[in-house]
Structure formats: C-alpha cells, structure tokens
C-alpha cells in the first residue's frame, strides 16, 4: 500500500527538541521532493520544509529556519524532521507530504501532534 | 512569504456552485501555474483536489474544478453535496527560498 506514516510527535517543554519520523511505503521514496506541512490547533495549513529527492537541496519557512533541520534516508525510505528550540507556537500537528509533480503534493500521513508547553 | 488570502467562509445549498477565490501576488500565483487546492475534513489529513491551476487528480469529482486569472486562483464546486462541508486550501509555488505558500483556509458549509 502507498502510504506515508508519521511518527516522534509529543508534549516537549519549550527549548527542548524533538525528531520527527514519516515512513514511507509503497513507492519509490528515492524519487519524490518530500515535505513538512504543520498546523496549529484550529488554524490553517503552513508550509515548513521540503528536501529534493537527493537530500541535496532544503529549504525552510522563515519561522523555522535555523531551528529546524529536514533530512532523509532512502535506505530506511524514511523522511526526518529534527526541531530544536521549540517554542509555544510550534505546537500543531505535522504533515509529510509526497510532491509528485509541480503542485502536486498527491500523498499525505495521518499527522503527528507536537506540543510545546511546561 | 505571506499567506495567500482566501475567505473566511463560503457557503451553498445542494445542487448549487460556490467558487473560493485565493489571491496572492504576482511573485506567487501570479507568476506560476503551479496552485494546487486540498480539501480537508476535521480531524482528517489534507487531500489534494486540483494541481497545476486546473488538473484533476485520478478519482476527485469533475464537480471540482480549478482556475486563474492574474493574480486569484478559484476553485468551483459545482452540484454542491453534503459531503463537500469541510475546509480548503490553496497553495502555490514561489519561486523563493520559501517555495511553497498556502492561503488560510475557506469553510465551506452546506445548507
């Protein structure tokens, strides 16, 4: 089946870190830009990483750029999302997303909820 | 990068079209055809309905259809149906270190 699973989320107090997990099946995980989407509790979809199917290129939202770190490993078909010093607003719950082509972000996990609180 | 703008909400009784505008600007949906829209229903992850302005992906409605003049994409949902309640949301590529973009969300009640 083609599907992408994600894992690692959880209650984590502010400044600390956490590891994002999405296993990816189904597919060939090697050929695909992949992303992270989060969204806060009642709020809108955000976009916040993404990695080219080579891992050689990534980029970041503003809002997380030099906390947040995106990597993959193809051998594991897994994609990673490492957050360091969280903060309250990064709580939401966060998306990996298969972009197959263009806009087509055609695939998505169930989400995993993040929250950041003392 | 700022969020695209959509409306808050839209609205529509069965068997009717409703269409939800995202306007951004022309570094965004301005520039590219690259503005796909997913629906989302509460609790549920994001599915895609429309990519590259006005394609549909296997297995969503021909009810769904999509659009852009300048710098607004719109998505019409013809022969509303119950099952179309949820929230919307565009995206559009920008060309940026920030490539990807969404607008806030539409909910889409049916009356």
């Known amino acids: 089946e083609v599907q992408l699973v994600e894992s690692g989320g959880g209650l984590v107090q502010p400044g600390g870190s956490l590891r994002l997990s999405c296993a990816a099946s189904?597919?060939?995980?090697?050929?695909?830009?992949m992303h992270w989407v989060r969204q806060a509790p009642g709020k809108g979809l955000v976009w916040v990483s993404r990695?080219?199917?080579?891992?050689?290129?990534?980029n970041y939202a503003d809002s997380v750029k030099g906390r947040f770190t995106i990597s993959r490993d193809s051998a594991k078909n897994t994609l990673y999302l490492q957050m360091n010093s969280l903060r309250a607003e990064d709580t939401a719950v966060y998306y990996c997303a298969r972009q197959r082509s263009g806009s087509n972000f055609d695939l998505w996990g169930q989400g995993t909820l993040v929250t950041v609180s003392s | 990068q700022s969020a695209l703008t959509q409306p808050a909400s839209v609205s529509g009784s069965p068997g009717q079209s409703i269409t939800i505008s995202c306007t951004g600007t022309s570094s965004d949906v301005g520039s590219y055809n690259y503005v796909s829209w997913y629906q989302q229903h509460p609790g549920k992850a994001p599915k895609l309905m429309i990519y590259d302005v006005s394609n549909r992906p296997s297995g969503v409605s021909n009810r769904f259809s999509g659009s852009k003049s300048g710098n607004t994409a719109s998505l019409t949902i013809s022969g509303l149906q119950a099952e179309d309640e949820a929230d919307y949301y565009c995206?559009?590529?920008?060309?940026?270190?920030?490539?990807?973009?969404f607008g806030g969300g539409t909910k889409l009640t049916v009356l």
């Open positions: 995206n559009s590529y920008t060309g940026s270190s920030t490539p990807w973009v």
């Open positions: 990695i080219h199917s080579d891992g050689s290129i990534t």
């Open positions: 189904g597919f060939t995980f090697s050929s695909y830009w």
